[in-house]
């Protein structure tokens, strides 16, 4: 004969146990359900491997679980147990739910940008990047992983004069620059300096942006501004 000696979702373990006492699987879950899980337990007392599954669990309560059981036979020369271990991932499939949802929308967000974001550790080495393949190829290029950042980008020994980074580390603040990269793409730097509970920094994450097409239309539009003042001038002189 073998004993169950069930460990259950820490939550609910007192009830749980107390209600499992003295009753089989089908007299709590019904014929189907508890018809399952015995099947279950005999083939695991039968073939005495380790059953393990992720299975969704109702507590006497009706509150379902996502859980990972584990079954195993258990002996000595005299009794064999079955010992069932569930633990409830419920909280884990909901991060990892939320994680996914956050991660599609940053790739379908970047994927239909102009942007990406790069973070650079203190000693200004590249430690990861995300940046939208709409960008133009010289900046996908500049910022390469493992490398030193002012080293790739203008193929300096040293911090760029105008370092971004550096600015926003002394003001401990976001900061924002404009510059030109390759053959004339204009592009927009934000820097935000991260910093760990001790105020030790961790690095710096860039956000770059390509503005060209934006700066075209800003000077269009100052164009026609200028257009339309110069011809209410002439139009005032004239009368």
Same mark, same amino acid.
């Given at each position: 004969?073998?004993?169950?000696?069930?460990?259950?979702?820490?939550?609910?373990?007192?009830?749980?146990?107390?209600?499992?006492?003295?009753?089989?699987?089908?007299?709590?879950?019904?014929?189907?359900?508890?018809?399952? %899980?015995?099947?279950?337990?005999?083939?695991? /007392?039968?073939?005495?491997?380790? %059953?393990?599954?992720?299975?969704?669990?109702?507590?006497?309560?009706?509150?379902?679980?996502?859980?990972?059981?584990?079954?195993?036979?258990?002996?000595?020369?005299?009794?064999?147990?079955?010992?069932?271990?569930? =633990?409830?991932?419920?909280?884990?499939?909901?991060?990892?739910?939320?994680?996914?949802?956050?991660?599609?929308?940053?790739?379908?967000?970047?994927?239909?940008?102009?942007?990406? %974001?790069?973070?650079?550790?203190?000693?200004?080495?590249?430690?990861?990047?995300?940046?939208?393949?709409?960008?133009?190829?010289?900046?996908?290029?500049? %910022?390469?992983?493992?490398?030193?950042?002012?080293?790739?980008?203008?193929?300096?020994?040293?911090?760029?004069?105008?370092?971004?980074? +550096?600015?926003?580390?002394?003001?401990?603040?976001?900061?924002?620059?404009?510059?030109?990269?390759?053959?004339?793409?204009?592009?927009?730097?934000? /820097?935000?300096?991260?910093?760990? +509970?001790?105020?030790?920094?961790?690095?710096?994450?860039?956000?770059?942006?390509?503005?060209?097409?934006?700066?075209?239309? +800003?000077?269009?539009? =100052?164009?026609?501004? +200028?257009?339309?003042?110069?011809?209410?001038?002439?139009?005032?002189?004239?009368?």
């Amino acid at each position: 004969m073998i004993s169950v000696i069930f460990i259950g979702i820490a939550s609910v373990i007192n009830s749980l146990v107390l209600e499992c006492l003295g009753k089989t699987d089908i007299d709590l879950y019904g014929e189907e359900r508890g018809g399952k %899980y015995r099947s279950i337990d005999k083939r695991v /007392a039968r073939e005495g491997k380790l %059953y393990n599954a992720q299975e969704e669990f109702i507590t006497p309560d009706g509150i379902h679980h996502n859980t990972i059981v584990s079954k195993n036979i258990i002996n000595n020369d005299i009794y064999s147990w079955l010992l069932v271990v569930r =633990r409830d991932i419920t909280d884990f499939i909901h991060i990892q739910n939320e994680l996914e949802t956050t991660n599609r929308l940053n790739h379908l967000i970047l994927n239909n940008s102009n942007a990406g %974001y790069i973070f650079i550790g203190p000693d200004h080495i590249v430690k990861w990047k995300n940046v939208s393949h709409n960008l133009c190829p010289s900046i996908q290029l500049t %910022y390469q992983k493992g490398r030193i950042c002012y080293e790739n980008v203008r193929g300096l020994n040293t911090l760029c004069p105008d370092c971004i980074m +550096e600015k926003a580390i002394q003001s401990g603040k976001t900061e924002r620059m404009e510059t030109v990269f390759g053959e004339g793409t204009n592009v927009e730097i934000i /820097a935000t300096p991260v910093w760990d +509970e001790k105020q030790n920094l961790k690095g710096t994450v860039l956000r770059i942006e390509d503005i060209t097409q934006k700066k075209i239309i +800003e000077k269009e539009l =100052r164009q026609v501004k +200028e257009n339309a003042e110069k011809s209410d001038r002439l139009i005032c002189f004239s009368s």
